[in-house]
């Protein structure tokens, strides 16, 4: 359901929306103040920082194309988001320049895409090294929010091929929390569309994917105290694990880095030691080639392909904390991305003069809801059997799963949905709201 539908019937009808609500719901700290709140500042055309109270937290940098020179270019051809230390005084992730100056914090390519344009003819881009006239370019800011419990950032990017076309279109929306333990947690989610007839992505373990880069200090000074955290273990400090340029799962070495369901890795930058869970689900593009370096990156990456009607979706986790973290606490923090659910909880009051076949219609066309809004994960609702007499009259909760807030969003606004709530609105009389992430 969405806030503010009026209805002209004689019993007056109050819908509301309380917004996402996590923790105790409310943003309210001991004493009645409010929480520390989330909110973004802007440096038009240059970036957009995360605060945290007065904590700088994470920087999404979005420079247009900047071609008046070889250095300009190298500084602006890809966004991407830096993530700061937990003093928010300075940068934990690297920018450009340094050792592989085409790495930059938290980023997403592939070195070896390829395209049939509209016309037939083909094409071929490394949105990686963004060599050539490669790219990718910030559009638009899409969506934004912050509250005391999250924050969120919705953005698209052009993809640019090797003559400068754009080839594809990527949605990119981070969410960003800090838990009970302070520990930063970041959801990537990233749609990528296109009008051409085909798009392949594809590259090797060391050069695509969705991918984290520490800072340059740890290629210049640390790579030696870089550990992994793996599945099977914990690796000693400066040991790698990485794939063949062609891995096989049929081969070994390359099957020991296939669909990992985790991975961590922790790094010294100004003398403080951080790690960094990466988390991956399983709906995400499979077989999946992890990568390991003691500079300081590590991710994964896939191949696969997209045309007008099959996009690609994918959604990672990422986990940093100041200090290390235990194979049992990563592989937990793994369990809780693959298991997280946006929860979106409906409860009606009827009118007292709604009749049986009315209320009935509208269990059924609330049910059908989940065949009609593909992002509806799960559906469930039953009536009202607490003995405690604290309902206030509502009699029926319907429970709605999502797994992003965007898919959420898609349902409120779905005509399917706003159709549902035209059906609703004569028989109920009252009608509450609560969306929360489930712990």
């Not at 609702?381 to 405690?388: I, L, M, Y």
């Amino acid at each position: 359901m969405k806030s503010s539908v009026s209805v002209g019937s004689a019993a007056s009808c109050r819908w509301w929306r309380l917004g996402t609500l996590v923790a105790a719901g409310l943003g309210i700290a001991a004493g009645g103040l409010m929480a520390q709140t989330y909110r973004w500042v802007d440096e038009p055309g240059k970036h957009r920082d995360l605060y945290h109270g007065e904590r700088a937290v994470l920087r999404y940098v979005y420079e247009a194309l900047d071609a008046s020179s070889a250095a300009a270019r190298e500084r602006t051809y890809k966004p991407f988001h830096h993530v700061y230390d937990f003093e928010g005084k300075d940068f934990i992730t690297k920018g450009p320049g340094g050792r592989f100056s085409h790495h930059r914090g938290i980023f997403y390519g592939f070195s070896r895409n390829s395209y049939t344009r509209p016309d037939g003819s083909t094409g071929r881009a490394d949105t990686w090294h963004a060599s050539g006239n490669a790219f990718q370019q910030h559009l638009e800011f899409l969506a934004q929010d912050a509250t005391t419990d999250r924050a969120r950032l919705r953005t698209a990017i052009a993809w640019h091929g090797e003559q400068g076309e754009p080839f594809a279109r990527e949605e990119r929306e981070l969410r960003i929390w800090h838990d009970a333990e302070d520990r930063l947690l970041i959801d990537f989610e990233s749609t990528i569309t296109t009008v051409f007839p085909q798009v392949k992505f594809d590259g090797d373990a060391q050069h695509a994917g969705f991918q984290f880069r520490a800072h340059d200090e740890v290629a210049s000074d640390t790579a030696a105290q870089t550990y992994y955290l793996r599945p099977d273990g914990i690796a000693p400090p400066g040991a790698t694990r990485n794939p063949s340029n062609n891995p096989s799962p049929d081969r070994p070495e390359d099957a020991l880095c296939m669909n990992e369901a985790f991975k961590g890795m922790s790094f010294v930058v100004r003398g403080e030691r951080y790690t960094v869970a990466y988390l991956d689900r399983p709906e995400n593009p499979k077989p999946a080639w992890y990568s390991e370096r003691d500079y300081g990156r590590f991710g994964s990456y896939f191949v696969t392909e997209i045309n007008p009607d099959q996009p690609l979706t994918v959604r990672y986790r990422l986990a940093i904390r100041k200090g290390e973290m235990t194979l049992d606490e990563i592989a937990e923090l793994g369990q809780t991305a693959v298991s997280g659910r946006l929860q979106h909880v409906v409860a009606f009051k009827f009118n007292e003069d709604a009749t049986p076949a009315q209320i009935r219609e509208v269990e059924t066309a609330f049910a059908e809801l989940k065949q009609k809004i593909r992002e509806i994960h799960q559906f469930e609702w039953g009536t009202n059997v607490s003995p405690e007499n604290l309902d206030k009259g509502f009699t029926h909760c319907f429970i709605l799963t999502f797994r992003t807030e965007t898919d959420r969003d898609v349902y409120l606004e779905h005509p399917e949905h706003k159709e549902f709530v035209k059906l609703v609105q004569p028989v109920v009389a009252d009608a509450f709201v609560i969306d929360f992430w489930a712990r």
